[in-house]
Nanobody
Framework: QVQLVESGGGSVQPGGSLRLSCTASGNIFSIASMGWYRQPSGKQRELVAN???????EYADSVKGRFTISGDITKNTVYLQMNDLKPEDTAVYYC????????????????WGEGTLVTVSS
C-alpha cells in the first residue's frame, strides 16, 4: 500500500559529501514525520535525523553540524545532505516515515524503505 524509495547512496572519500533522497508513495492520507536511520555492519540501527510535520527537526549528536535534513513532508519527500563524511558514517541508511493511509486516516504507523549503502573510505 505504501512504498518508500531511497536514492543517493554510494562511495565517497573522507571529507566528501552525499545527498540522500526519499520519496513515499501509495495510499497516503498524511505523514507525521520523515527521517533517516542508519545501521553500520554488525551494529544496531540508530536515528540520524528526523523532521516532523511543521518543520521540527532532530539530529544525532554524531552528525550535528555535518548533516542536514530537509524536504517537504506535504509532498512526501525528504532529503539528507551529508557533508564532511567520516569512515564511521559508513552504514546502510534507511528512510522511515510515520504514515496514515487512506484506509486508516487517523493512525500513523512507521514505514521503512529498503535502505541505501553509504561507504566512506580512502
Amino acid at each position: 500500500q505504501v512504498q518508500l524509495v531511497e536514492s543517493g547512496g554510494g562511495s565517497v572519500q573522507p571529507g566528501g559529501s552525499l545527498r540522500l533522497s526519499c520519496t513515499a508513495s501509495g495510499n497516503i492520507f498524511s505523514i507525521a514525520s520523515m527521517g533517516w536511520y542508519r545501521q553500520p555492519s554488525g551494529k544496531q540501527r540508530e536515528l540520524v535525523a528526523n523532521q516532523k510535520y511543521g518543520g521540527t527537526t532532530e539530529y544525532a549528536d554524531s552528525v550535528k553540524g555535518r548533516f542536514t535534513i530537509s524536504g517537504d513532508i506535504t509532498k512526501n519527500t525528504v532529503y539528507l545532505q551529508m557533508n564532511d563524511l567520516k569512515p564511521e558514517d559508513t552504514a546502510v541508511y534507511y528512510c522511515k516515515a510515520e504514515i496514515a493511509t487512506t484506509h486508516r486516516p487517523y493512525f500513523h504507523m512507521g514505514q521503512w524503505g529498503e535502505g541505501t549503502l553509504v561507504t566512506v573510505s580512502s
